[in-house]
């Protein structure tokens, strides 16, 4: 089994080669001989060659640099989601799926365009939340930070519903995006360290099978005091 950590370098802002490497862990718990590639600018790839693809957040120069690379995967992104293939990216990765990125010199960077919303940058203002977010796939919410400094328009059907923290947009009460096995949130946390009920819900989808997840007992624990001290803020 072969995971991708694609732009691993560059793309890693709050470490979230966290999500790799829990990711990593629980398929081995699970019985499985798994492989993580590391890969950046430059690299030349085949994605169907992957069980998974994940990329996290970065600067936004760093991000825009991304983005031309990512120009050359376009149909092999197009082809690896129609397949239903599992992949996560967090943070601002994901906005360079969508039609354009207006940067906060308003200047517009065309985006792949595989979805049709598009990203507004503001100037010399940054967004930062502790998370609480709801999905309609998982049972307990998922918790974590959100630190951006963009608004999304055009999502009509977010992944989340937010009941603390930052949405797509200012006034939003929904957050991120998902198509098929393609999950895309600004949450950070690490995402898959934080939720771990999140990590056995992707790692099921990756097996297509239930995986080993008793030995999250100390993961499920801290994310009982995280969630419920975020609630008590919430109802403050």
Known sequence: MKLLHWYYDIMNLYG???????????????????????????????????????????????QKVVLNDLRNYR??????????????????SFETLGKAITDAQGEKHEGLGLYDFTVTEQNRSRETADAVFEADFLSSPLVGFINKCSEIQGIAKPMFSVKLGLGNEKGSRGEGMRDGNLFMTHLTGPVLISNPHFLVYLASLILGREPESGYLEYEKKGYDVCVTELMKSEEK
């Open 16 to 62: 979230e080669y966290g999500n790799v490497r829990a990711l990593e862990r629980i398929l081995q718990k699970s019985g499985e001989n798994v492989t993580v590639e590391r890969r950046t600018l430059g690299d030349k790839l085949t994605l169907s060659d992957y069980d998974f693809i994940y990329i996290g957040s970065g600067t936004e120069r760093n």
């Open 75 to 92: 149909e092999q992104l197009g082809d690896a989601i129609k397949s239903g293939k599992v992949m996560l990216m967090t943070g601002n």
